[in-house]
């Protein structure tokens, strides 16, 4: 099937065209500290777009961008060719952002932290937002905790109905700010299938902020490395498993250099 193509939405069996993003010259500063610098890139239809770099490179900051919490200092983002920070954009493209620390909210049930959203927006009555938390519940092997606060949740827990609550909005978009943090190598893996099934399944326009390498070389279809603010690599997995810039090489396999004083310890 094309990426492009209309695909069916499994909450409201409507056709959803997947949408694009184009990112193009985008700079961004705070005050006088300049936090992007002249970014450009697209993300097509459908694809997993994952997005790495060190702590502080402006991950978040650019996620923020394309969701349209953000306005540029220069330069542009659109979606589907319509401006990110224009309120009619929003209206148009459903886009849900898993966000860095999760924000649930702590007084909610994990039931009603994912009905808020549908009862606000009053998008069905309550048999048919039962329907929907329950199905997006499914989706992640959470049924069991329905009626669990997020204060009795693991962490990986967390993260997963993070993921559901996003999911009941529909997205044609979902963003991911770092969904495999803190969780060990098997939840990690878990969570990454669980993105890549979403886009495999419903064609679910993607983009992954993770320092994640595994997540990145086994689900991406496209990566970017930011670094202080540049775009210092964009390209495939592939690519990356060789990567030819020693930048790029450091920050994903970094080797301890033994004769560093920090590591002296381990000579003897
Ligand atoms: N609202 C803001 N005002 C001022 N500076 C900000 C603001 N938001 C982010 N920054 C700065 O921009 C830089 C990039 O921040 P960002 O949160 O995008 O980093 P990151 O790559 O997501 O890092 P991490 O991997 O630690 O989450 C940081 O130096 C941060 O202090
Ligand atoms: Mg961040």
């Given amino acids: 099937m094309p990426a492009c193509s209309p695909t069916r939405n499994p909450f409201t069996a409507q056709e959803t065209p997947a949408v694009g993003v184009a990112i193009e010259g985008l700079s961004k500063s705070f005050g ?113 905790a329905a009626e669990k606060f997020p204060s009795e949740l693991s962490g990986g827990m967390k993260k997963r109905v993070a993921i559901a609550r996003a999911l009941v909005m529909e997205p044609q978009l979902m963003l991911y700010d770092e969904p495999t943090s803190e969780l060990d190598p098997v939840m990690s893996a878990t969570i990454s299938e669980i993105i890549a099934s979403l886009k495999n399944e419903y064609h679910v326009t993607t983009v992954v902020v993770s320092h994640d390498r595994d997540l990145a070389l086994n689900i991406a279809e496209r990566v970017g490395i930011l670094m202080d603010g540049r775009l210092i690599f964009l390209g495939t997995p592939d690519q990356l498993r060789q990567p030819e810039d020693p930048q790029v090489a450091n920050f994903l396999y970094p080797k301890i250099d033994l004769k560093n004083p920090r590591y002296k310890q381990l000579e003897t």
């Fill in 32 to 144: 006088p500290r300049l936090v992007l610098d002249n970014i450009t890139l697209s993300v097509e239809p459908g694809e997993i777009f994952v997005l790495m770099g060190p702590s502080g490179s402006g991950k978040s900051v650019l996620l923020r961008h394309i969701v349209g919490l953000e306005a540029p200092s220069a330069g542009r983002v659109t979606i589907n060719r319509q401006d990110a920070t224009a309120e009619t954009t929003r209206e148009h493209v459903r886009m849900a952002i898993v966000f860095q620390a999760g924000a649930l909210f702590n007084s909610l049930s994990v039931y009603d932290n994912l009905a808020l959203y549908l009862r606000e927006h009053r998008v069905t009555n309550e048999a048919g937002i039962r329907e929907k938390v329950m199905r997006a519940l499914q989706i992640l092997s959470l049924e069991g």
